[in-house]
């Protein structure tokens, strides 16, 4: 199994989270994505989005963090990551796309260059971008999600593994959290758990 | 069944197919979305998330467009919307993905308002911003798709729910389709479809 990786992608780091919880081994490969590594032809021919993650899995190759995630909980169902009642799963496939589908496509690097790059937008307005849809997203989550330990209840579960890379990534913008408290103690307790720690990227 | 609703959103129109396809009936509300009605307090209590669509069905508030069909999926599974094999359902959820995590949260009517109000950027701009992320997601999709009638293959599925609203924006924005012949092909033949025609927002 190959994992088309970068440390600071919030959608890899997802993927990482859930190897780990599952105890899967596998060979990773990164990718500078400043340099743009990504779209370089020999990748492309792995994922044609020139995007990370993508996973080399029993001779398939997958981009998008969330159908590697419901993937590997179909073939490797143990832990589960996303819960087979069809009412729970609902719930919580709300919530892992409130993550990836309101906040994380705003605020990857791709956006963030193009801010800069192609509307001139200077640092401080790249920043107050960042923190809107973090902040719109984040207060949706807090209303969402349950009073348990993990976002999965009492074990973590795909919520989680979104949840974490995108505190992480929401930290390193400085946004203020203390409106989430919720949101802030279940990210905390799951990033302590060793399956999160050893797929994080370095400390900030 | 109650839809939180606005003819132009790609992600209610999604929804109002997948109702369509599987001949359910339901209630539609409005909203629109330009004067703010989305963040009344009545609706944010349906959907803390102010966004459209919702989903109000066996006692369920449910928002996230991708999460409302799965569940609908599993409640009401004829026809099928996302394939129950793995690997095909891995290759469905990674083009649906695509398209709701790489092209619309873009291209949404609040990210077009951001732009133009708080980072002032003029039409031109706007729309260069919209087909600059549009074009590199059909560009993957055009090499995801399969060389059949729909993107499910002999019938709709998830893939072609989504498509065919991004279609619509697409050419409401006056993107150049001529590189996404596949695309175009499977975007047109799905949209003729009456459960796909029932739903569309008024023609262009």
Redesign the interface.
Known sequence: MILHDFALSSASYRVRIVLNLKGLDYEKRSYALRAGEQRAPDYLAVN????VPALEVNG?R???S???I??LD??YPEPRMIPAD??E???A??MA??I???I???NNLR?LK??EN??G?DQA?VD??YR?WVEA?F??LE??LPDAPYAGGDAPNVVDACLVPQMYNARRFKTDLTPFPRLAAIADHAAAHPAFATAAPPPL
Chains 1, 2 share one sequence.
């Open positions: 044609p989005a020139g995007l398939l997958l981009g998008q969330l159908a590697i419901e993937y179909a073939v069809p009412i799963r609902a719930r496939m709300e796309l409130t990836a589908c309101d994380h496509p705003l956006i193009y801010l192609d509307l937008q307005a107050t971008w809107h997203g207060a949706t209303q969402l």
